[in-house]
């Protein structure tokens, strides 16, 4: 595609339940990152994949997070049993390769948990 | 930890000023900083990257400045113009898969 897609743009959900939420990345584009933005805060980098690995995933908020690429091409975030604070606008991003200086950025997906 | 603080949080001037918005990071030992737009409702753009061995960075009316020994960068904006108005969001890399970003500068440009 054009550039990075995400879905759904929004989603509202009640406490406790589990979603999941979608990143398309550019094509050809090897490396894709997730990011969360809570309500005036800064970016909070949650998880890169190089192709289908996580090498490191020490930036995902608690063991409620997950998170898996298939095919070095769709990425899924999955929390399971939301929280209230799980509240924010989480970003995915895409580079040509891991090391790349541009990242380019979907419109991000705004998760509200009731 | 490092930690990245921009500064000032919100900032309204008329149109055709000249701005500046700061950035101040922690640990010196970056990568590359990074200066990003963010509209409502859509993702970051990209506008200057200064590379850590570069002092500054222009397009346009936007240059973008870095000193690693005081752990600073500005993005100065000139002949600001309505279509400026959004938040601008500092971001340093430290290594391939670090990065850290401010909370912002939510920038409005009156007509």
């Known amino acids: 595609g054009a550039g990075v897609s995400q879905s759904p743009s929004n989603k509202v959900t009640e406490k406790g339940k589990d979603v999941e939420l979608r990143c398309d990345p550019i094509?050809?584009?090897?490396?894709l990152y997730w990011y969360r933005q809570s309500l005036g805060q800064g970016l909070e980098f949650l998880i890169y994949?190089?192709?289908?690995?996580?090498?490191?995933k020490s930036g995902l908020p608690s063991d409620r997070f997950s998170a898996e690429r298939t095919g070095g091409s769709v990425s899924t975030l999955t929390i399971q049993r939301t929280q209230q604070e799980d509240s924010a606008v989480y970003l995915c991003?895409?580079?040509?390769?891991?090391?790349?200086?541009?990242?380019?950025f979907g419109p991000g997906t705004r998760l509200t948990v009731l | 930890k490092q930690e990245v603080t921009q500064i000032p949080a919100a900032l309204s001037v008329p149109e055709g000023e000249n701005l500046v918005l700061n950035c101040s990071f922690t640990?010196?030992?970056?990568?590359?900083l990074q200066w990003f737009r963010q509209d409502p409702g859509k993702g970051l753009t990209s506008l200057l990257l200064?590379?850590?061995?570069?002092r500054e960075q222009t397009s346009g009316r936007l240059n973008a400045s870095l000193d690693k020994s005081s752990g600073r960068s500005t993005l100065y904006i000139a002949a600001s113009q309505p279509g400026d108005s959004a938040t601008y969001l500092c971001?340093?890399?430290?290594?391939?898969?670090?990065?850290?970003f401010g909370s912002g500068t939510k920038l409005n440009v009156k007509p």
């Open positions: 991003a895409s580079s040509l390769e891991i090391g790349a200086d541009t990242q380019y």
């Open positions: 640990d010196s030992a970056i990568y590359n």
């Open positions: 200064i590379q850590s061995s570069q």
């Open positions: 094509s050809g584009h090897t490396a």
């Open positions: 971001a340093v890399r430290y290594n391939f898969n670090k990065f850290y």
């Open positions: 994949f190089q192709g289908n690995s996580a090498p490191d």
